[in-house]
């Protein structure tokens, strides 16, 4: 799975880094990025906590 983030829709709260870090880090510009190709397995159910918790709905895991 992969995990994809809306830069227009992201507000840079930061609860996707805190909940998955592993996955998901701010930029310089203090929106978020996804950093991994696929999710490991062991990540998804956290990457899947911080899309159903992100305020703005911006991550999309597919
Ligand atoms: S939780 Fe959503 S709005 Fe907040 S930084 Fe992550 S992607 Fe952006």
Redo the contacts with the bound molecule.
């Keep these: 799975m992969k995990a994809c983030?809306d830069k227009d829709a992201?507000?840079?709260?930061?609860?996707?880094?805190s909940i998955c870090p592993e996955v998901?880090q701010?930029n310089d510009e203090g929106?978020?990025e996804v950093i991994v190709d696929e999710i490991p397995q062991d990540l998804i159910e956290s990457a899947k906590e911080?899309e159903a918790?992100?305020?703005?709905g911006?991550?999309t895991i597919e």
């Design positions: 983030v992201c507000i840079g709260c930061g609860l996707c880094e998901f701010l929106i978020s911080a918790q992100c305020p703005t911006a991550i």
